[in-house]
């Protein structure tokens, strides 16, 4: 009985993950109207050399991350290999006293902290673009799954 509730349950979250995960995919996106004066426009062009600044250093950061990301898999493979080699020599002495070891395995390298690096660079631009007197209108636009 506890075992149908639990394949239910299972059942029902899967369900629901599924529905949430083709859901919509909205982007924001935005409609610049420039600024008035040439000293706006001057302002403007700093803001753009700025921009491309910070969203070099992002591509820079986002590269180191995702390099250290790299070794922190081979490293964690690597210690896993050798608690492995270590484990299997002492099965292979006394079975009854140890587990057979389980073979490891490298797994993907966890990029999730690096792919928000630099998502600083629009909010930055569009503060800078309206401090030069020019504005900027957001909407939300669907770009995936919007027929639902």
Request: glycine share 6%.
């Amino acid at each position: 009985m506890m075992q149908h509730l639990l394949g239910k349950l299972i059942a029902t979250m899967a369900l629901a993950l599924g529905l949430v995960a083709c859901g919509p995919v909205m982007e924001t996106r935005y409609d610049f109207t420039p600024p008035a004066s040439k000293a706006g426009m001057q302002c403007v062009q700093n803001c753009q050399a700025d921009q491309s600044m910070c969203q070099s250093h992002a591509r820079d950061a986002k590269s180191d991350c995702r390099a250290e990301a790299d070794r922190n898999a081979d490293q964690t493979y690597q210690k896993a290999k050798n608690d492995y080699i270590v484990a299997l020599k002492l099965y292979a002495k006394d079975p009854t006293k140890f587990p057979e070891p389980k073979e490891p395995y490298r797994s993907s390298p966890s990029y999730y902290q690096c792919d928000n690096l630099g998502s600083e660079c629009t909010g930055q631009y569009n503060t800078c673009y309206r401090s030069c007197g020019g504005g900027i209108a957001e909407h939300q636009v669907c770009v995936a799954n919007c027929d639902q």
